[in-house]
T-cell receptor, first 115, second 113 residues
Framework: GAGVSQTPSNKVTEKGKYVELRCDPI?????LYWYRQSLGQGPEFLIY????????DSGLPNDRFFAVRPEGSVSTLKIQRTERGDSAVYLC?????????????FGPGTRLLVL | QQQVKQSPQSLIVQKGGISIINCAYE??????FPWYQQFPGKGPALLIA?????SEKKEGRFTISFNKSAKQFSLHIMDSQPGDSATYFC????????????FGQGTRLTINP
């Protein structure tokens, strides 16, 4: 079956612009995670959805970052007033139910470059 | 605060050799320890994982060794192959709450033919 997909694969924007990054999780997966991976670093947690609700958004760096998952499937990560420091690979992962020890399946990521 | 520390940053091993990557954690609330493999331009993919109730888990050429008292765990790749060349991340997640993964900094492994 299809894995986690993310669009666009690459996004170049100018400082101050607004961007939206999309994640399509594996069908039937209720848990969805966003991570951010800076060059040469491990992924860092941003936000976790269980169904439609954001169950844990403790990793969002500031109020310029926001994410939604209105129907419990596709999720969109939104970044307002982008800054050069936002440049990174944004990874989405999904798991079946979000329970302890469950495998998280990652998408290929969206590479965001803010000029 | 780095909750999961990984070493080395990079590692070069000859084909057929053993690759060893180490991780240490601080938070005793962690109870699930996966290893992920990442190829350039791809997302991380789960390789093998362990719970702290066992000291070792083996799947094919990949073995996790776990030392709960030392709060350390390591990945051993036996008979390393050029196709194993990738970046490896250890990670940890907590017993309760959101199963968000805390990743180490990564190890870039190169297997020379």
């Amino acid at each position: 079956g299809a894995g986690v997909s993310q669009t666009p694969s690459n996004k170049v924007t100018e400082k101050g612009k607004y961007v939206e990054l999309r994640c399509d999780p594996i069908s039937g997966h209720t848990a969805l995670y966003w991570y951010r991976q800076s060059l040469g670093q491990g992924p860092e947690f941003l936000i976790y959805f269980q169904g439609t609700g954001a169950a844990d958004d403790s990793g969002l760096p500031n109020d310029r970052f926001f994410a939604v998952r209105p129907e419990g499937s596709v999720s969109t990560l939104k970044i307002q007033r982008t800054e050069r420091g936002d440049s990174a690979v944004y990874l989405c992962a999904s798991s079946l139910a979000g329970v302890r020890g469950e495998t998280q399946y990652f998408g290929p990521g969206t590479r965001l470059l803010v000029l | 605060q780095q909750q999961v520390k990984q070493s080395p940053q990079s590692l070069i091993v000859q084909k057929g050799g053993i690759s060893i990557i180490n991780c240490a954690y601080e938070n005793t609330a962690f109870d699930y320890f996966p290893w992920y493999q990442q190829f350039p331009g791809k997302g991380p993919a789960l390789l093998i994982a362990i719970r702290p109730d066992v000291s070792e888990k083996k799947e094919g050429r990949f073995t996790i060794s776990f030392n709960k008292s030392a709060k350390q765990f390591s990945l051993h790749i036996m008979d390393s192959q050029p196709g194993d060349s990738a970046t490896y991340f250890c990670a940890a997640s907590r017993i309760q709450g959101a199963q968000k993964l805390v990743f180490g900094q990564g190890t870039r492994l190169t297997i020379n033919p």
